[in-house]
T-cell receptor
Framework: EAQVTQNPRYLITVTGKKLTVTCSQNMNHEYMSWYRQDPGLGLRQIYY???????DKGDVPEGYKVSRKEKRNFPLILESPSPNQTSLYFC??????????????FGPGTRLTVL | GQQVMQIPQYQHVQEGEDFTTYCNSSTTLSNIQWYKQRPGGHPVFLIQLVKSGEVKKQKRLTFQFGEAKKNSSLHITATQTTDVGTYFCAGREGYSTLTFGKGTMLLVSP
């Protein structure tokens, strides 16, 4: 089954404790992206990747890191989480070419609480 | 930077009433996509519009892309309780990545 998986689905942590949220897709998609969703603010892009070893900042990258060592995986790293990073996080992937854009497939989401 | 504005933020309708959400961009878009997110779920792709003035239909849903490619709308005819959720538009300017609107939350009362 074609899908985007995220782990963990729920996480409660404390300020400053490094954490990683994993994202994996089995559709051989070039493009992967991380979003955070907060009430009233919609989906805001954190980082995206056009292909392996190619990553770029989205609209709200501060406090986050990503890596794209393999095509299928795109982990989101919070080196020193703070309470303002409490949010619902979505990973998404899609096929990508310069001249077109395809539908994004979203993972189930990770609800993160930073105390 | 590119901004995509969506109105209304929230709408509550009675089942059977029509519903429309509007999406406006500060810049000309190369394409626009629409997504639906059910309560507690993740966004799911509905459709993509690419051509100026394009109109596409999916059963009771009608999607339009403006002539200037700066605005779009989603219209639902005769809403049903299964239409409940948040509808997002997402626009792309040139070769940039998608920018999402803040979404319109639709509540349908039986």
């Amino acid at each position: 089954e074609a899908q985007v998986t995220q782990n963990p689905r729920y996480l409660i942590t404390v300020t400053g404790k490094k954490l990683t949220v994993t994202c994996s897709q089995n559709m051989n998609h070039e493009y992967m992206s991380w979003y955070r969703q907060d009430p009233g603010l919609g989906l805001r892009q954190i980082y995206y990747s056009m292909n392996v070893e190619v990553t770029d900042k989205g609209d709200v990258p501060e406090g986050y890191k990503v890596s794209r060592k393999e095509k299928r995986n795109f982990p989101l790293i919070l080196e020193s989480p703070s309470p303002n990073q409490t949010s619902l996080y979505f990973c998404a992937s899609s096929l990508w070419t310069v001249s077109s854009y395809n539908e994004q497939f979203f993972g189930p989401g990770t609800r993160l609480t930073v105390l | 930077g590119q901004q995509v504005m969506q109105i209304p933020q929230y709408q509550h309708v009675q089942e059977g009433e029509d519903f429309t959400t509007y999406c406006n961009s500060s810049t000309t878009l190369s394409n626009i996509q629409w997504y639906k997110q059910r309560p507690g779920g993740h966004p799911v792709f509905l459709i993509q519009l690419v051509k100026s003035g394009e109109v596409k239909k999916q059963k009771r849903l009608t999607f339009q892309f403006g002539e200037a490619k700066k605005n779009s709308s989603l219209h639902i005819t005769a809403t049903q309780t299964t239409d409940v959720g948040t509808y997002f538009c997402a626009g792309r300017e040139g070769y940039s990545t998608l920018t999402f609107g803040k979404g319109t939350m639709l509540l349908v009362s039986p």
